[in-house]
């Protein structure tokens, strides 16, 4: 009786300073006490933004054998590349909060855990391989800069190694759009229609409007989030409508206009109905993603075993020698 | 029954250049030694950030607690000996 109100005081105790810490700015390392909300939150947002990189490969993937150029083609190889080193990064980030990798592949399966809704969408042109560096990444990286300062230290860590990289993806992806700018009737054309295609989406992979975003007080109070979703939507529309500008594209929202009093482009509205469906399974390419990432776990386990297989034999032979 | 796993878990040390201390990376998963060293590579250092790395074995680590903090990382006020500006010089003394 006795023993249950104290571990609930001191438990209020622990919260309490663990809450004091992460408002003085302090991280949290994974071996210092957390609440277990904490811990959940960080959990889900990890795996998910690990699945995300992983799964992003796909329609980057769909381009690699017929890529332009040589050129094109390592400068795609090695990006995609890097998004499957994201993923690592953050699967082992995230690792420290004591889920396997196994478990998180599994929740991945399973659809417990989600991976950005982004990538529910077709890469139908090589066009769209510029889209995706310039607007996917480009809208990845803000979302990402903000989370360097996230209060969980793993994850800040690992945000401040992926942001490193994350430049060269966008710079990629605006070269290959401003290229085909420059090119035929045609390939304007194309550019422009993958523009049209992703821009929306792009804006979606910041999540609901602030006022529909129903858990996100918790993340606040304890740092993991630093941004709100429609400040971090704001800051990716005010810097690429520029960027959109100088190459001649334009971008597909007949109510983006500049606010001069509030300094900011003010949007249309975005199309949530679709969100929500994507998000529900019944995007164009939801199935095609998780069947392939299963295929290709399930056809590559005879690789693990071989691994393992390897090294029992070796520390087998190293004990029969001693 | 399967024997699929994830392989297992590894720290990586780095070493941005000659001279230079070994810092933590973060970690990688392997089945051995060598495949350890193979993926810390290509996970940690695909732009020339490294010169030579270390890996660990992640249940090999041995870390303090955080509520050792104090006792173990006690600032030692009480021994400012430790610190030069204790020492009294002789008036005209140089270079010391
Ligand atoms: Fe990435
Ligand atoms: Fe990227």
Known sequence: MDSIQDKLSKDEALLAKFEEKVQAGESVEPRDWMPEAYRKHLVRQMSQHAHSEVIGMQPEGNWVTRAPSLRAKQILLAKIQDEGGHGLYLYSAAETLGISRKEMIEQLHTGKAKYSNIFNYPSLTWADIGAIGWLVDGAAIVNQVSLQRTSYAPYSRAMVRICKEESFHQRQGYEIMAQMMKGTAEQREMAQDAMNRWWWPSLMMFGPHDTDSPHSADAFRWKIKRHTNDELRQKFIDKTVQQAEVIGLTVPDPDLKWNEQKGCYDYGEINWDEFNRVIRGDGPCNKQRLEHHIRVHTEGAWVREAAEAYKNKNEQQSINLN | ?96
């Open chain 2, 1 to 96: 029954m399967s024997t699929d796993t994830q392989l297992d878990s590894w720290e990586v040390f780095m070493q941005a250049r000659t001279g230079a201390n070994f810092i933590h990376q973060g970690s990688i998963h392997a089945s051995d030694k060598k495949m350890a060293l193979q993926n810390a590579r290509d996970t940690y250092s695909r732009r020339g950030e490294g010169t030579s790395i270390w890996v660990v074995p992640t249940s090999e680590i041995v870390a303090s607690s955080p509520e050792d903090v104090d006792m173990l990382f006690d600032p030692s006020n009480d021994k400012i000996y430790r610190m030069p500006t204790f020492y009294t010089m002789p008036e005209g003394a140089k270079n010391i």
